[in-house]
């Protein structure tokens, strides 16, 4: 009978020992991934349609706008970073 109870014993420890393991690998995953990420569609999706909108804007009505006929060419090189933003914004997105 003694021997059974040590092999129950040795069972037990056994589990406790998995147990924590798991519980250590849960809180390293924990720390590596902290948080969700709903604040993900919130940004990109204004960025990328404001990217949009500049390069319409710019097509339509740039030369009438001061601030964009100053800058010139360089607002296609602007709607194209804020589109290409929204688009990289899309594969943190869970």
Request: net charge positive.
């Amino acid at each position: 009978m003694a021997e059974s109870k040590v092999r129950k014993q040795a069972a037990d420890k056994q589990k406790r020992k998995r147990l924590s393991e798991l519980a250590e690998q849960r809180a390293e995953t924990a720390r590596l991934a902290p948080g969700g990420r709903n604040w993900v569609p919130a940004v990109f999706i204004p960025v990328l349609l404001f990217g949009v909108l500049w390069m319409v804007v710019y097509n339509l009505a740039g030369q009438d706008i001061g601030f964009m006929r100053s800058i010139g060419d360089w607002n296609v090189a602007i709607g194209l970073v804020l589109i290409v933003v929204g688009f990289s914004g899309m594969t943190l997105w869970k």
